[in-house]
């Protein structure tokens, strides 16, 4: 069964759990070196569990009034292909729009944008480097998903 658990801030064992998954696909798999910074002291951080197994996470911020910023989002690479990361999204926009946001963001590697496009997202801007890796910035209104979306509150959610 698949658990799906926010807690804000890095002192938690779901920040703790989300790093781990960080540093095997950003850092490890993928080559990143920069993978804390400043956000993750404010920001919103969220695992997707297997049966107590973290398997995918992302971390969501304020970017300004009524914005929310998508980042960090990393499926185990055994877990790619079963939707886990539409669930993750999906559970992304339910918390923004529960915090009040009208719109999210984030800045996708350019090799994933496929992905988000997919999700609803449409890219804007340049293309821009972050450590060496090709980015475009992408954002989905949020306000066409409604309240019936919304997940209310901090406590642990249940999923599938």
Not at 39 to 50: F, R, S
Not at 61 to 74: D, L, P, Q, S, T
Not at 75 to 104: F, N, T
Request: overall charge negative; proline content about 3%.
């Amino acid at each position: 069964m698949l658990v799906v658990n926010w807690k804000v801030g890095k002192d938690n064992p779901v920040f703790e759990d989300a790093f781990l998954i960080r540093k095997a696909v950003f850092m490890d798999e993928q080559g990143f070196s920069d993978e804390i910074d400043s956000l993750d002291e404010t920001a919103w951080h969220l695992v997707i569990y297997d049966n107590a197994r973290p398997i995918a996470c992302g971390r969501l911020f304020f970017e300004e009034e009524k914005v929310a910023h998508v980042g960090r989002v990393a499926v185990l690479p055994e877990w790619r292909g079963k939707h886990i990361g539409a669930l993750l999204m999906k559970e992304m926009e339910d918390k923004a729009i529960a915090l009040g946001c009208e719109r999210i963001r984030l800045g996708a590697q350019c090799r994933a944008s496929g992905f988000y496009q997919k999700q609803g997202y449409q890219s804007f801007g340049e293309e821009y480097l972050d450590e060496g890796c090709p980015h475009i910035m992408m954002e989905k209104p949020l306000s066409l998903l409604g309240d019936a979306n919304s997940i209310k509150g901090e406590k642990e959610n249940e999923r599938m």
